[in-house]
Structure formats: C-alpha cells, structure tokens
C-alpha cells in the first residue's frame, strides 16, 4: 500500500530565504507526482507535475525533483514571499489512485 | 476556459440524511475524480469515472456512490451520513487520451460537509 510522507508538517520562515519541502513515498512504482498548494478553506492549486520518467520540473521560483529510486521529492522554493504562506501537499499516481502527503504548513512572515 | 466548478460551496446535513454534491469539470476533460479531506490531513481518494463508467475505487463503504453524466459533469451521493463524513469534499477533472494514460489533475474549490 502506498504511503506519502510529508517533512516537516510545518515551517516558519523569514521573507527572503530558500526553503525545500521534502517528499517520500513508500513505492516507487509511480506514474507520475504532483505539487500542490492550498490556501485555508479552498480547493487545490496544482503547480508541478513530474512524469515517472524526468527528474525534475520548474516554474518561476519554484523548482521540484523526483527521485523515484529512493522514493523521494522536493520542492525548493527560492526567495520566498509572504503570499507563499499555505499548506504544500504532494501526491503520486498510480493507477487511477491518486494518494497524498498530510502536507507541509508554510508561512513567510516579512 | 472554464475551470472546475463545485456546487453547494457549503452544506449542512444531520447524521442518516442523504447528500448530493455536484461537479462540472473543465472544459475538455473526460475524466473526473472524487476526493474527501478530512481537517488537518491531506485528501483521500474516493472514486474516479472515465467516460461515466466507474474505473478506480478508494477504501471508501458502497454508501458513496457516483455517476458521470455526458457532458462529464459528475455526482457524489453519500447515504447515512455519519458524523465522520464531515469534510471537504473535492473533485478533480483531468483529460484521459487512452487507457492507462494519467494527466495532470485540476481541482475545484471543493463543498464543505458538515453532519450534526
């Protein structure tokens, strides 16, 4: 059975730095892993999708790798900005089942 | 471009009653999944329909059930609900080329559920 694992559960930065959100899944045999972020209360934003076949994907400040072998991710967010604060979950397809991390709580304070 | 939609945004039911939440999917898009989130924790799967046809179950009891309509908006039915079926309930559409294909997902803003 898939398990998604998300480190750390929260983490509280000052405006500016670069952070890494870690990611690890339990079988490797995936089809593809998705970042995603929600605000309080509201639906999911997506912002990276890995294929099982690359090792990593980027968008603006945003960069995600994928280490299916290990059974890893991250997501390393440079620069980080007050509207960045939000809960981070990663998820891994597999089959038609899609199973998610409890997420990371991120706030940037200025 | 539509976007994934969601309807009620909000619901209140007590515990026995039946609910029916409802999901148009964005534009395109053949496939459409059914999440539960419970506070604090990260989504759980719950079914999913290509084409109307159920093709992926969660561990979730036969008292949550669903259809896919033509027009591939979707239906989540939930029968004697109980106090722990409150949450927020997501759904997300994606497009399925062929079998065995998974794109990338796109979620609505989800129907909070509350049982009393």
């Known amino acids: 059975k898939q398990e998604v694992t998300q480190i750390p559960a929260a983490l509280s930065v000052p405006e500016g730095e670069n952070l890494v959100l870690n990611c690890s899944f339990t079988?490797?045999?995936?089809?593809?892993l998705q970042w995603f972020r929600q605000d309080p209360g509201k639906g999911l934003t997506s912002l990276l999708l890995?294929?099982?076949?690359?090792r990593e994907q980027t968008s603006g400040r945003l960069n995600a790798s994928l280490d299916k072998s290990s059974g890893r991710s991250t997501l390393y967010i440079a620069a980080s900005q007050p509207g960045d604060s939000a809960t981070y979950l990663c998820a891994v397809r597999h089959n038609n089942d899609m199973r998610f991390g409890a997420g990371t709580r991120l706030t940037v304070k200025p | 471009e539509t976007g994934v939609t969601q309807s009620p945004t909000h619901l209140i039911k007590t515990r026995g009653q039946q609910v029916t939440l409802r999901c148009s999917s964005q534009?395109?898009?053949?496939?459409v999944s059914w999440y539960q989130q419970a506070l604090g924790q990260g989504p759980q799967f719950i079914f999913q329909y290509y084409r109307e046809e159920e093709n992926g179950r969660g561990n979730f009891p036969p008292r949550f059930s669903g259809l896919q309509f033509p027009n591939y908006s979707s239906e989540l039915n939930v029968n004697a609900l109980e106090l722990d079926d409150s949450a927020l309930y997501l759904c997300?559409?994606?497009?399925?080329?062929?079998?065995?294909?998974?794109?990338?997902?796109?979620f609505g803003p989800g129907t909070r559920l509350t049982v009393l």
């Open positions: 997300a559409s994606s497009l399925q080329r062929l079998a065995g294909e998974l794109y990338e997902q796109f």
């Open positions: 534009s395109g898009h053949n496939t």
């Open positions: 890995i294929q099982s076949s690359q």
């Open positions: 079988d490797s045999a995936i089809y593809n």
